[in-house]
């Protein structure tokens, strides 16, 4: 059995900064790629950040120069650390894990999802 579980959402100002993190409990195959994905308030589920197992980072335009995405693979956690956070970052903050496919825009392919975390930046 695979769990993921979100923490570190809130409430920011525009400008702020939150990290969230992603506990992974049980065994995945750490050659497949993790990420983050958000869901805004009356929209579909967008891709945030992508990390395949050589480390290497992939991104939405929307996030890019704001969020950091990282993974400690000791302490079996992902990480997404945003900055300058702007009201249309409001939204249910998703970790997923287990895709064949490292991009963003490849949200069907990941096979484990986390409940989520709420995220709401204020201007």
């Known amino acids: 059995q695979v769990a993921l579980v979100e923490s570190g959402g809130g409430s920011v100002q525009d400008g702020g900064s939150l990290r969230l993190s992603c506990a992974v409990f049980?065994?995945?195959?750490?050659?497949?790629?993790m990420g983050w994905f958000r869901r805004p308030p009356g929209r579909g589920r967008e891709g945030v950040a992508i990390?395949?197992?050589?480390?290497?980072?992939y991104y939405a335009d929307s996030v890019k120069g704001r969020f950091t995405i990282s993974q400690d693979n000791a302490k079996s956690t992902l990480y997404l650390q945003m900055s300058s956070l702007k009201p249309e970052d409001t939204a249910m903050y998703y970790c997923?894990?287990?895709?064949?496919?490292?991009?963003?825009?490849?949200?069907?392919?990941?096979?484990?999802w986390g409940q989520g975390t709420q995220v709401t930046v204020s201007s």
């Open positions: 049980g065994s995945i195959y750490r050659t497949y790629c």
């Open positions: 990390i395949d197992s050589h480390g290497t980072t």
């Open positions: 997923a894990a287990m895709s064949p496919i490292c991009r963003p825009n490849y949200g069907s392919t990941f096979r484990f």
